[in-house]
Antibody
Framework: DVQLVQSGAEVKKSGESLKISCKGS????????IAWVRQMPGKGLEWMGV????????RYSPSFQGQVNISADNSINTAYLQWSGLKTSDTAMYFC????????????????WGQGTLVAVSS | VIWMTQSPSFLSASAGDRIIISCRMS??????LAWYQQKPGRAPKLLIY???ALQTGVPSRFSGSGSGTNFTLTINYLQSEDFATYYC?????????FGQGTKVEIK
C-alpha cells in the first residue's frame, strides 16, 4: 500500500528554523512528485509547491516562493519542507501529498496524502 | 494565476438528498480538475480527477462533470458519511489552486 508518513507536531518560537518531513513507502518514491499543502486553522487548502524526488525539479506557488524551501532525499524516500525564520502566521497544518498519474495525460491531482504535521508558532 | 470560485460555501442537506457543488474558473482549464473530501482532523481524500474520473474505491453516488470554466460535483443519495467539506482543485497550470471549500452539514 502507498503510504506517506509525516513527522510529528512542532511547537516553535517566531524566528526559529524548522524542517518537517514526509516519508513515502509502498511505491517508487523517486518517480512521483510530492507536493506540500497548507491548511491554516479553520481555513481551506493552499498549494505551496511540488518536487520531483528523482531530479529535484521544484515548483513553488508565488505565495510561498522565498518563504519556504522544499527538498527531497531519494536515498531515504523522504521529502522535506523547511523554514529559516518562522512567523506566527506559519501556524497551520501541513500536508504532503503524492501527485497521481492519469495514464499519459497531464496530471496534478493528489492521490495519496500524509496524515499532516501541525506547526504552532508563538511570539 | 487561475482564480476559482466554489459555491456554495455551506450547504445544509438531509440523508438521501442529491446535492450539487459548483466550481467556476477565471479561465479555461480543459478537464484538469479534481475534487476532494475532507473530514475534521483528517487529510483530504481524492474523489474525482480529470473532471469525471472516479478514484478507485469511491462510491458511484459521486460524480463530476463540466469543461472549460464550469464544473460540478454531484452526490446522489447523500449518506451520513458524506457530511464533510469538499474542495475542487485545478491542475491546468502552475500554481495549482484549490477552491475555497463547501461544507456539507446535516439539516
Amino acid at each position: 500500500d502507498v503510504q506517506l508518513v509525516q513527522s510529528g507536531a512542532e511547537v516553535k518560537k517566531s524566528g526559529e528554523s524548522l524542517k518537517i518531513s514526509c516519508k513515502g513507502s509502498g511505491y517508487s518514491f523517486s518517480s512521483y512528485w510530492i507536493a506540500w499543502v497548507r491548511q491554516m486553522p479553520g481555513k481551506g487548502l493552499e498549494w505551496m509547491g511540488v518536487i520531483h524526488p528523482g531530479d529535484s525539479d521544484t515548483r513553488y506557488s508565488p505565495s510561498f516562493q522565498g518563504q519556504v524551501n522544499i527538498s527531497a532525499d531519494n536515498s531515504i524516500n523522504t521529502a522535506y519542507l523547511q523554514w529559516s525564520g518562522l512567523k506566527t502566521s506559519d501556524t497551520a497544518m501541513y500536508f504532503c501529498a503524492r501527485r497521481g498519474v492519469d495514464g499519459y495525460s497531464w496530471s496534478g491531482f493528489f492521490d495519496s496524502w500524509g496524515q499532516g504535521t501541525l506547526v504552532a508558532v508563538s511570539s | 494565476v487561475i482564480w476559482m470560485t466554489q459555491s456554495p460555501s455551506f450547504l445544509s442537506a438531509s440523508a438521501g438528498d442529491r446535492i450539487i457543488i459548483s466550481c467556476r474558473m477565471s479561465q479555461g482549464i480543459s478537464s484538469y480538475l479534481a475534487w476532494y473530501q475532507q473530514k475534521p482532523g483528517r487529510a483530504p481524500k481524492l474523489l474525482i480527477y480529470s473532471t469525471s474520473a472516479l478514484q478507485t474505491g469511491v462510491p458511484s453516488r459521486f460524480s463530476g462533470s463540466g469543461s472549460g470554466t464550469n464544473f460540478t460535483l454531484t452526490i446522489n443519495y447523500l449518506q451520513s458519511e458524506d457530511f464533510a467539506t469538499y474542495y475542487c482543485q485545478q491542475y491546468y497550470s502552475f500554481p495549482w489552486t484549490f477552491g475555497q471549500g463547501t461544507k456539507v452539514e446535516i439539516k
